[in-house]
């Protein structure tokens, strides 16, 4: 199960990332973490802002309302989202279909 938690008025989700892959998208958990494909490299800041856009659209949310809190430069990192609650992001956390 997903180790989401709350801080103040935001939801952190926790997520493993693996970058450089064909497309981005939600493909299941690992270790309690969201497991991410990221469709950009990890340099420069990409992946981050790759996996920032993509949550904020699967969820339905602006861009400013998603960032990567901890783990700028690591494959284990945490989201914070606002505007949403743990439930919202549940719901639309759903592997993708091949």
Do not use: C, H
Request: glycine share 8%; no cysteine.
């Amino acid at each position: 199960m997903l180790q989401i938690t709350t801080e103040q008025d935001a939801v952190l989700l926790p997520v493993k990332v693996v970058p450089g892959a064909s497309r981005t998208a939600f493909v299941g958990e690992w270790d309690g973490r969201a497991k991410l494909t990221v469709a950009a490299p990890p340099e420069k800041g990409k992946a981050n802002k790759e996996i920032e856009s993509y949550v904020a659209k699967l969820l339905g949310l602006r861009r400013r309302e998603v960032s990567v809190v901890r783990g700028l430069t690591t494959p284990l990192k945490t989201i914070r989202i606002e505007g949403i609650t743990v439930d919202a992001v549940r719901a639309a956390l759903k592997p993708a279909r091949s």
